[in-house]
């Protein structure tokens, strides 16, 4: 790539520039992978690709994308290096989100019409080559936004946020945090007001190097730690308490996002596999033949899952059944790409197991794909509530 910041004009060539990218992405990961190190080589190479204007309108730079093409986006970005798929994953989720609220939508919600100038400056950026990052997990409340202890105060310009934040994935290196804060006042009904703020990189934001992880070592997923007070429009939508409303009714950015990243793990785990085999002249072997089968089969039928769930996330957004194909893109993926991971590891015998061998990193990050927010269980317990004819957000169910 050039150091030229590209324009992309449609998401059909954000598609093939995606497909340029995972190449020189699966060639990086071993490394990055080895040194738990940030790959700001192949951030770069988003950024002058376009690949960080994914989402933004054409109007402001961008591609124009919707979530289907995100979805196939992010599938080809992670059969090259989950881990960068999954940074794209967080930048996306921002600036997503951002641009497929409708403008009506959003000031039928109330927001101030202050509130466009600054989403668009925000997307804007991003078609520019500014990187967003995600801070909403904390120690012991995990994602569930409710629980969240992180908090924020009014002042006379804006807000004042303090608090800790963790898994926070490409941190100290984003150019802003979209952060998850609770309200020092409680709503009328006593019920925790939860808002979102993007928050700019500089002081009052310190990162404490904490990650050290089974997989997906290369987001540099540490903790952050804020003290800092941010102008009015930093408040996402302009409204407060729009956080845990967003999570129930339109919950792609934070659920089936992540499922187009793990159906790339575990398409480059059936190709790690597949090249281990023939490399070795064991491709012969009928079992090993067996286990391949099974998890060709396996993931086009999790992909097919995904992309139906971004199909109805496009079509009719935050309806009930496209909700509960949300939820079940995130158990399909994450659990495929575990025991795909795993049985592809065992087609490929111990020596597949070494480190710096692919399948062996690979079936390291494709385990974390269950346990990312929404967890497999949480996902499960959701649909056979929704099956069962329940409120899967009833009260009690702590799922944000």
Not at 191 to 197: E, G, L, R
Not at 342 to 357: I, K, N, V
Request: hydrophobic share 50%; with cysteine; charged share 20%.
């Amino acid at each position: 790539m050039t150091a030229r910041l590209a324009r992309l004009a449609d998401p059909a060539g954000a598609l093939d520039a995606a497909r340029d990218l995972s190449g020189a992405f699966a060639g990086r990961a071993a490394a990055h992978d080895a040194e738990g190190r940030f790959p700001a080589a192949d951030v770069d190479d988003l950024r002058a690709g376009g690949l960080l204007g994914l989402m933004v309108p054409p109007r402001l730079g961008g591609a124009g994308a919707g979530f289907a093409d995100y979805a196939a986006v992010a599938i080809e970005l992670a059969a090259g290096a989950g881990a960068t798929a999954l940074l794209f994953n967080m930048h996306a989720s921002v600036t997503g989100a951002l641009a497929a609220t409708p403008d009506d939508l959003a000031r039928a919600i109330g927001a101030p019409e202050s509130w466009f100038a600054a989403r668009d400056r925000i997307l804007a950026d991003a078609a520019g080559g500014a990187f967003y990052a995600v801070a909403m997990s904390e120690r012991g409340a995990g994602s569930r936004l409710s629980q969240v202890t992180t908090s924020y105060t009014r002042t006379g310009a804006g807000y004042r946020i303090t608090g800790a934040k963790a898994f926070v994935s490409g941190a100290g290196h984003a150019d802003a945090y979209l952060v998850a804060a609770r309200s020092a006042d409680s709503g009328p009904d006593g019920a925790p007001v939860v808002s979102q703020f993007l928050v700019p990189a500089g002081p009052g934001i310190t990162v404490e190097e904490t990650w050290d992880s089974l997989g997906m070592r290369a987001t540099g997923s540490h903790d952050v730690h804020l003290d800092v007070e941010v102008p009015a429009d930093a408040l996402l939508g302009g409204l407060e308490g729009l956080a845990l409303l967003l999570a129930q009714v339109m919950p792609q950015w934070l659920v089936a996002s992540y499922a187009a990243v793990y159906i790339g793990v575990a398409r480059a785990a059936v190709d790690a596999a597949v090249t281990h085999l023939r490399d070795r002249d064991l491709a012969h072997l009928p079992a090993a033949r067996a286990r391949i089968g099974r998890a060709d089969a396996a993931v086009a039928a999790a992909d097919l899952a995904v992309r139906e769930a971004a199909r109805r996330v496009d079509a009719d957004p935050g309806a009930v059944e496209t909700n509960r194909w949300v939820w079940r893109a995130k158990l399909l993926a994450g659990d495929t790409a575990a025991q795909v991971a795993a049985s592809m590891l065992e087609a490929a015998g111990t020596g597949a197991s070494r480190r710096g061998h692919p399948l062996e990193r690979i079936f390291r990050d494709a385990r974390c794909g269950a346990l990312q927010p929404a967890t497999s269980d949480v996902c499960a317990d959701w649909l056979g509530v929704s099956a069962l004819g329940g409120d899967p957000h009833a009260p009690g169910t702590a799922r944000w």
